[in-house]
């Protein structure tokens, strides 16, 4: 009995995160496929989709094991006016994942974009002054998360603060509070809840030097401050007519490497309509690659698409012409992404 039990205690621990060797079948659905890798799969949700098309939602909710508010988070959403919470639809996400198991990437506690109007137009008129601006910001915050606290396993703290030359971005944050805002708003989340995994988020960070090295060296200089930031999120919107960004995997060693969690958190692959089957095969290449460059980074945990239907995507109203990025089609039919997806196995 006692040798039995120093057995066990001397068995070696088991990996914190065990990943599956290779799975001898192909998944059945990106549920399924995230269940074989061992990471989570997420989608972008469109409220208005989920209130209303019932074979929007049940997909959804039979493909994913991860959600992210398309828009029902941002600041806009939820205080149109000022001291006016508006939760509903947030609150209407944050129980449908619940019902299904579904855990939350909150998006986005700070951006550029996407701030109402009664903060935007009270900085440029000067009625609100960087002390004050500094107060809201943290209110807005701490109310924010601890809402939601113990529900959203990640937030997006700070959404695109670094412009495609490197330096950081001249938003209303930076002019107003100097660069300590992002320090700042990764402690009052992390007050709020500090079980919340928090991440500084990006486009073109798949690829673009300056902008690499300067999120680098924010999340260097953040940690060595004792700051709370524990992951690098990469939008991930490819188009086709680009090239594949081949070092992506690398640079996701780079973060990985300062101690963070990674995860593609809006990963579309765009292309110049019209669709035709050459296209797709080439977006289906793209989704594959980008599956197969997270797996092969341990600490590349989630991959996360904006938006799964071609029915209700931003592509199209944003770059003219364009369209076709996700992985079903207008009637949820899938495209060859979608099974290039499900085909991909294990872990390298
Ligand atoms: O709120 C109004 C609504 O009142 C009105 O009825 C409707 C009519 O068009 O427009 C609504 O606002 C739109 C909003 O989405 C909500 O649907 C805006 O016009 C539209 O510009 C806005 O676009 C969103 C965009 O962020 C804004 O920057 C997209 O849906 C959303 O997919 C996109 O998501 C961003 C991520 O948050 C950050 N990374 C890039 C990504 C793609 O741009």
Same mark, same amino acid.
Request: hydrophobic share 40%; charged share 25%; net charge negative.
């Given at each position: 009995?006692?040798?039995?039990?120093?057995?066990?205690?001397?068995?070696?621990?088991?990996?914190?995160?065990?990943?599956?060797?290779?799975?001898?079948?192909?998944?059945?659905?990106?549920?399924?496929?995230?269940?074989?890798?061992?990471?989570?799969?997420?989608?972008?949700?469109?409220?208005?989709?989920?209130?209303?098309?019932?074979?929007?939602?049940?997909?959804?909710?039979?493909?994913?094991?991860?959600?992210?508010?398309?828009?029902?988070?941002?600041?806009?959403?939820?205080?149109?006016?000022?001291?006016?919470?508006? +939760? !509903?639809?947030?609150?209407?996400? $944050? &129980?449908?994942?619940?019902?299904?198991? %579904?855990? *939350?990437?909150?998006?986005? /506690?700070?951006?550029?974009?996407?701030?109402?109007?009664?903060?935007?137009?009270?900085?440029?008129?000067?009625?609100?002054?960087?002390?004050?601006?500094?107060?809201?910001?943290?209110?807005?915050?701490?109310?924010?998360?601890?809402?939601?606290?113990?529900?959203?396993?990640? +937030? !997006?703290?700070?959404?695109?603060? $670094? &412009?495609?030359?490197?330096?950081?971005? %001249?938003? *209303?944050?930076?002019?107003? /509070?100097?660069?300590?805002?992002?320090?700042?708003?990764?402690?009052?989340?992390?007050?709020?809840?500090?079980?919340?995994?928090?991440?500084?988020?990006?486009?073109?960070?798949?690829?673009?030097?300056?902008?690499?090295?300067?999120?680098?060296?924010?999340?260097?200089?953040?940690?060595?401050?004792?700051?709370?930031?524990?992951?690098?999120?990469?939008?991930?919107?490819?188009? *086709?007519?680009?090239?594949?960004?081949?070092?992506?995997?690398?640079?996701?060693?780079?973060?990985?490497?300062?101690?963070?969690?990674?995860?593609?958190?809006?990963?579309?692959?765009?292309?110049?309509?019209?669709?035709?089957?050459?296209?797709?095969?080439?977006?289906?290449?793209?989704?594959?690659?980008?599956?197969?460059?997270?797996?092969?980074?341990?600490?590349?945990?989630?991959?996360?698409?904006?938006?799964?239907?071609?029915?209700?995507?931003?592509?199209?109203?944003?770059?003219?012409?364009?369209?076709?990025?996700?992985?079903?089609?207008?009637?949820?039919?899938?495209?060859?992404?979608?099974?290039?997806?499900?085909?991909?196995?294990?872990?390298?």
């Amino acid at each position: 009995m006692i040798l039995a039990l120093a057995l066990v205690l001397a068995a070696p621990a088991p990996p914190a995160h065990p990943h599956p060797h290779p799975h001898p079948h192909p998944a059945k659905d990106l549920r399924q496929l995230a269940q074989q890798h061992g990471i989570k799969i997420g989608t972008a949700v469109d409220i208005a989709a989920l209130r209303d098309e019932p074979d929007y939602r049940q997909r959804l909710n039979r493909e994913f094991t991860h959600v992210t508010a398309e828009n029902a988070m941002k600041w806009e959403s939820v205080e149109p006016e000022r001291g006016v919470y508006t +939760w !509903d639809d947030a609150d209407a996400l $944050v &129980e449908n994942a619940r019902r299904n198991h %579904q855990q *939350i990437r909150g998006h986005t /506690l700070l951006w550029h974009n996407q701030l109402p109007a009664w903060l935007t137009s009270g900085v440029e008129d000067g009625t609100i002054d960087a002390t004050e601006l500094r107060e809201i910001l943290r209110e807005h915050i701490t109310t924010q998360v601890r809402r939601y606290k113990g529900k959203i396993r990640a +937030w !997006d703290v700070v959404n695109e603060v $670094v &412009e495609e030359d490197g330096s950081l971005r %001249q938003s *209303i944050w930076l002019q107003h /509070l100097g660069p300590g805002y992002i320090a700042d708003a990764f402690r009052w989340a992390h007050r709020a809840d500090p079980h919340a995994k928090l991440f500084i988020n990006d486009y073109n960070l798949e690829w673009n030097a300056p902008k690499i090295e300067t999120t680098l060296s924010i999340v260097k200089d953040l940690k060595a401050q004792g700051v709370p930031i524990h992951g690098i999120g990469f939008q991930g919107h490819l188009g *086709i007519q680009y090239d594949y960004p081949a070092d992506w995997a690398n640079v996701m060693r780079r973060f990985a490497d300062l101690g963070l969690e990674v995860a593609i958190t809006e990963l579309d692959v765009r292309m110049v309509l019209p669709v035709t089957p050459e296209k797709l095969a080439t977006q289906a290449e793209y989704y594959r690659r980008a599956l197969t460059d997270c797996l092969s980074v341990r600490a590349c945990r989630e991959m996360t698409v904006w938006g799964f239907t071609d029915r209700h995507s931003w592509v199209p109203g944003w770059f003219e012409g364009e369209g076709a990025a996700t992985l079903l089609d207008e009637n949820l039919a899938p495209k060859p992404a979608y099974k290039a997806l499900l085909a991909v196995r294990g872990r390298k």
